[in-house]
Protein backbone atom coordinates (compact mmCIF):
# COMPACT_ATOMS: atom_id res chain seq x y z
CA UNK A 1 0.00 0.00 0.00
CA UNK A 2 1.84 3.18 -0.94
CA UNK A 3 1.92 6.02 0.94
CA UNK A 4 1.21 9.69 -0.07
CA UNK A 5 3.93 11.72 -0.07
CA UNK A 6 1.92 14.85 -1.36
CA UNK A 7 1.00 15.81 2.01
CA UNK A 8 2.56 17.52 4.76
CA UNK A 9 2.00 15.68 7.75
CA UNK A 10 0.05 17.68 10.97
CA UNK A 11 1.73 18.66 13.79
CA UNK A 12 -0.12 17.52 17.09
CA UNK A 13 0.14 19.71 19.75
CA UNK A 14 1.20 18.53 23.33
CA UNK A 15 -1.40 18.43 25.97
CA UNK A 16 0.06 19.84 28.98
CA UNK A 17 -2.47 19.90 31.07
CA UNK A 18 -3.04 15.85 30.23
CA UNK A 19 1.01 15.10 30.21
CA UNK A 20 1.60 17.23 33.68
CA UNK A 21 -1.37 15.60 35.46
CA UNK A 22 -0.28 11.95 34.41
CA UNK A 23 3.16 12.49 35.26
CA UNK A 24 1.82 13.71 39.08
CA UNK A 25 -0.01 10.83 40.05
CA UNK A 26 2.73 7.95 38.31
CA UNK A 27 4.76 10.01 40.66
CA UNK A 28 2.57 10.38 43.78
CA UNK A 29 1.92 6.06 43.01
CA UNK A 30 5.20 5.57 43.22
CA UNK A 31 5.65 7.71 46.28
CA UNK A 32 2.32 5.87 48.11
CA UNK A 33 3.64 2.24 47.06
CA UNK A 34 7.33 3.07 48.38
CA UNK A 35 5.74 4.40 51.77
CA UNK A 36 7.42 8.25 51.11
CA UNK A 37 3.98 9.66 51.80
CA UNK A 38 2.25 8.11 54.57
CA UNK A 39 -0.19 11.43 55.52
CA UNK A 40 -3.42 11.66 53.86
CA UNK A 41 -3.26 15.26 54.09
CA UNK A 42 -0.08 15.70 52.68
CA UNK A 43 -1.29 13.53 49.45
CA UNK A 44 -4.31 15.65 48.95
CA UNK A 45 -2.20 19.07 49.22
CA UNK A 46 -0.03 17.72 46.49
CA UNK A 47 -2.73 16.70 44.30
CA UNK A 48 -4.28 20.05 44.79
CA UNK A 49 -0.68 21.91 44.01
CA UNK A 50 0.55 19.58 41.21
CA UNK A 51 -3.31 19.74 39.17
CA UNK A 52 -3.06 23.72 39.97
CA UNK A 53 0.37 23.69 38.49
CA UNK A 54 -0.72 21.97 35.34
CA UNK A 55 -3.38 23.96 35.04
CA UNK A 56 -1.49 27.33 34.96
CA UNK A 57 0.98 25.77 32.35
CA UNK A 58 -1.69 24.76 29.92
CA UNK A 59 -3.34 28.19 30.22
CA UNK A 60 0.04 29.49 29.81
CA UNK A 61 0.73 27.54 26.89
CA UNK A 62 -2.45 27.74 25.36
CA UNK A 63 -1.90 31.80 25.45
CA UNK A 64 1.67 31.40 23.77
CA UNK A 65 0.60 29.35 21.04
CA UNK A 66 -2.37 32.05 20.46
CA UNK A 67 -5.62 29.52 20.29
Known amino acids: MPREMDKPRALHRTDWMALLSGTLFV ?20 VVVGLGFAGLVAVVARVIRGK
Open 27 to 46: VLGILILTGSIKDPLVLVSL
